[in-house]
């Protein structure tokens, strides 16, 4: 029972992690990264589709990004796309290819990036203490009905809190890994 308590919280916390460190990959840096463009849609044959399911997206080099896509009439398409986003990029269509090159970051765009990844980290924390606060749940109902001794309680609980703290100090470091990232010229 309280080990596989322990193990979803631990689980569920672990995919919190796996979830920001997604979104990180998402954030713009002063690098050309095909990631940004995971969550990028395009209007493609009649409904919004993934970019990756429409071409190829390679990083030449490290301010350039090729986009190649497997149907040439989606050319258009996908570069709308890209000039529509919230990415602040734009894209030069050669008719065969999308190249979008990665322009140096401002001052102030890379403070508005880190205020964003922050918010993003803040988000996981959250998740990570709503997980804490439901494997307590679980471990004081396991309490009331008597399954558990009030010292096994306190001990699983003791043992939540471990994980939630070591979660919470894998987000801080995955927070500043990130700062280093985009503070980087």
């Known amino acids: 029972m309280i080990p596989d308590i322990l193990s979803n919280a631990k689980d569920h916390m672990d995919k919190t992690l796996k979830a920001l460190t997604t979104e990180f990959a998402g954030v713009r840096t002063g690098r050309?990264?095909?990631?940004?463009?995971?969550?990028?849609?395009?209007?493609?044959?009649?409904?919004?589709?993934?970019?990756n399911q429409l071409a190829n997206v390679k990083t030449p080099d490290a301010q350039t990004i090729v986009i190649e896509p497997w149907d040439k009439s989606t050319l258009g398409a996908i570069e709308k796309a890209i000039m529509a986003s919230d990415l602040g990029l734009s894209a030069n269509n050669d008719g065969v290819l999308i190249r979008v090159p990665?322009?140096?970051?401002?001052?102030?765009?890379?403070?508005?990036?880190?205020?964003?990844?922050?918010?993003?980290?803040?988000?996981?924390?959250?998740?990570?203490?709503?997980?804490?606060?439901?494997?307590?749940?679980?471990?004081d109902r396991l309490k009331s009905d008597k399954d558990i001794g009030e010292d096994e309680a306190f001990?699983?609980?003791?043992?939540?809190?471990?994980?939630?703290?070591?979660?919470?100090?894998?987000?801080?470091?995955?927070?500043?890994?990130?700062?280093?990232?985009?503070?980087?010229?």
């Open 102 to 139: 990665f322009p140096p970051l401002t001052e102030e765009r890379r403070a508005e990036l880190f205020k964003l990844c922050k918010s993003y980290a803040e988000e996981a924390k959250i998740a990570t203490r709503n997980i804490r606060r439901d494997a307590n749940q679980k471990i």
């Open 155 to 185: 001990t699983a609980q003791d043992e939540v809190q471990k994980i939630t703290d070591t979660a919470v100090k894998k987000i801080d470091e995955a927070l500043t890994l990130k700062e280093k990232d985009i503070m980087e010229i």
């Open 32 to 51: 050309a990264s095909g990631a940004i463009f995971d969550k990028l849609t395009v209007d493609a044959y009649g409904s919004a589709m993934p970019l």
